[in-house]
């Protein structure tokens, strides 16, 4: 049975960081994209970063390019999330998200009916 649960949310002030867990079970996370999602009150969800997901294995919304970093253990079957310099901005429940098909070469890796299974989200709030 496929589950992901994410871990790690809670509130931060502007400009610090924090780490979101995903940790899946039933299958490996090296087989299958692994992304990032975000949904803020009244807005819909927006991709965040995706691993396994294109040419170069990893993608990024222009929106937290060179603030946030996945990354995966496979060992422990854990994809990350380390989101630094964050902003009021990044205040979002945060949800990982498992592609069964292939999402590598798509235009739009980030899209998220690509995606098949979910967890059940955790917020991050950024506020000072």
């Known amino acids: 049975q496929v589950q992901l649960v994410e871990s790690g949310g809670g509130l931060v002030q502007p400009g610090g960081s924090l780490r979101l867990s995903c940790a899946a079970s039933g299958f490996s996370v090296d087989d299958y994209a692994i992304a990032w999602f975000r949904q803020a009150p009244g807005k819909e969800r927006e991709g965040v970063s995706c691993?396994?997901?294109?040419?170069?294995?990893?993608y990024y919304a222009d929106s937290v390019k060179g603030r946030f970093t996945i990354s995966r253990d496979n060992a422990k079957n854990l994809v990350y999330l380390q989101m630094d310099s964050l902003k009021s901005e990044d205040t979002a429940v945060y949800y990982c998200?498992?592609?069964?098909?292939?999402?590598?070469?798509?235009?739009?890796?980030?899209?998220?009916?690509?995606?098949?299974?979910w967890g059940q989200g955790i917020q991050v709030t950024v506020s000072s």
């Open positions: 691993i396994n997901c294109s040419d170069d294995s990893i």
């Open positions: 998200a498992m592609a069964l098909g292939v999402v590598t070469g798509l235009r739009r890796p980030l899209n998220p009916r690509l995606y098949d299974y």
